[in-house]
């Protein structure tokens, strides 16, 4: 198999690399995709729990790096959809631990088996983001619609040009559709006039991720969640299908009762 | 306090949205990061073209505004330069001085 190895980036903390990371995955592997999921934040291990696989690690990316485990081995199997794994981050060490050449060789290996590799990069643009980006041959940039993270997207763009990256795709996460009516946000106009690239999707803030994140369920899992709906587009769109927008005008009276009565199950 | 009360609502109503005062900073501050120009550099480049200018024509420099503008990953230098007067006249006397 040849799969794609895809890296998840955003340059800024905490704009849901991780979550947009967990989501598009758990949707490719949904769709009937063998994926494999690799943390490359060493030191702060966190798509673990996010995917509710935190208490089945025994070995991680250096383990197997290192030669201490087999690939294989260190590659847990989702306990939900079948053909997703996760390569956990090791917590003890640091971001110095692995080489660029150490992950491009990693990557390569599970490109053979997957159809999808899928690397979830540490914020910053150091050490961590040069190791995430070196085996990776199309990256998605997640931007919060915040001048701040606006701002470092552009970085990124920059950076991964730079080392021969062409053509990032764009995540808009966490709109507000309300605030972008008032004009008090930047809307996916906005975003995508200042920084140039192509839009993948759009994913509206919602509480559902919260929730299922603390259940250790992507959102993409919950029929009702839209920005689990929207995670689903955007695996779809990586697919190649041309889906639409999913609509994001301020949720009307009857589809706050609706989400109510939705996020109350 | 009604009054204020009021005029806060109405004001409010009236504000332009903070996204467009954010499109433009974000524009300008993207355009300097994309240059990648020190602030001493850039400095020098006002100063350069100022001299440059006003070696033809009469320019308010304190006044010029010089910065970079980014649309769709290019660049521009966008400058505007008040002119107070030509020089016209200097240039021509000081032709004049010259045949003489």
Request: hydrophobic share 45%.
């Amino acid at each position: 198999m040849n799969g794609k190895v895809m890296v998840v980036t955003s340059g800024k903390g905490g704009v849901g690399k991780t979550t947009a990371v967990a989501n598009i995955g758990c949707a490719l592997a949904v769709r009937g995709k063998k994926v494999a999921l690799v943390d490359a934040d060493i030191g702060l291990r966190n798509l673990d729990i996010v995917l509710g696989l935190e208490n089945r690690i025994v070995f991680d990316i250096i383990h197997a790096m290192e030669g201490r485990c087999r690939l294989r081995q260190a590659l847990i199997r989702d306990k939900r959809v079948q053909t997703l794994f996760l390569l956990p981050a090791a917590q003890s060490k640091d971001k110095d631990a692995i080489m660029p050449e150490q992950m491009k060789e990693l990557t390569s290996e599970l490109a053979d088996e997957f159809d999808y590799v899928i690397l979830d990069c540490p914020a910053g643009i150091e050490r961590g983001f040069k190791n995430a980006i070196a085996g990776a041959g199309s990256a998605l940039i997640i931007t919060t619609p915040e001048v701040s993270a606006v701002r470092d997207a552009d970085r990124i763009v920059g950076l991964l040009e730079a080392e021969g990256i062409e053509e990032p795709k764009l995540v808009i996460n966490r709109l507000r559709p309300d605030m972008v009516k008032r004009g008090d946000m930047l809307d996916i106009e906005d975003v995508i006039d200042i920084l140039a690239i192509d839009l993948v999707g759009v994913v509206p803030d919602d509480e559902t991720v919260i929730t299922s994140t603390n259940r250790g369920e992507p959102a993409v899992l919950d029929g009702v969640s839209r920005a689990g709906e929207a995670f689903r587009r955007i695996a779809a769109r990586i697919e190649g299908e041309d889906v639409p927008f999913l609509s994001m005008e301020a949720p009307s009276f009857w589809g706050k009762i609706k989400r109510f009565l939705g996020a109350g199950r | 306090m009604v009054f204020e009360f009021m005029s806060r609502i109405l004001g409010r109503k009236n504000r332009p949205g903070s996204k467009d005062l954010a499109k433009e900073r974000l524009k300008l501050v993207l355009a300097q990061d994309r240059v990648d120009i020190s602030p001493q550099m850039f400095e020098r480049l006002r100063r350069d073209l100022a001299t440059a200018c006003a070696k033809y024509v009469e320019i308010d420099a304190a006044n010029m505004d010089v910065r970079f503008d980014s649309g769709d990953r290019t660049l521009a230098l966008v400058a505007s330069v008040p002119v107070i007067g030509t020089k016209r006249d200097s240039y021509n006397s000081r032709r004049r001085g010259n045949m003489g």
